[in-house]
């Protein structure tokens, strides 16, 4: 019998949670920042993921330089 934890379940999880928490931040900044006009004019959704994106890079390689 084998007893071990499903390893690929629990990873296929781990990036489904870190995909829709990625949207939903950046909706909710995207519209905070539109609703405060805080934005410009001519930036769309598509430019506030890039810049959340990028923030979720930093982090990573912060993450794994720290290991």
Request: no cysteine.
């Amino acid at each position: 019998m084998n007893f071990e934890p499903n390893k690929s379940a629990e990873k296929t999880g781990e990036i489904a949670g870190y995909t829709v928490s990625y949207f939903l931040f950046t909706t909710i900044l995207f519209y905070i920042l539109f609703f405060l006009k805080k934005m410009p004019e001519t930036w769309s959704y598509f430019h506030i993921m890039e810049i959340t994106a990028i923030i979720a890079v930093i982090g990573l390689l912060v993450k794994r330089l720290l290991k």
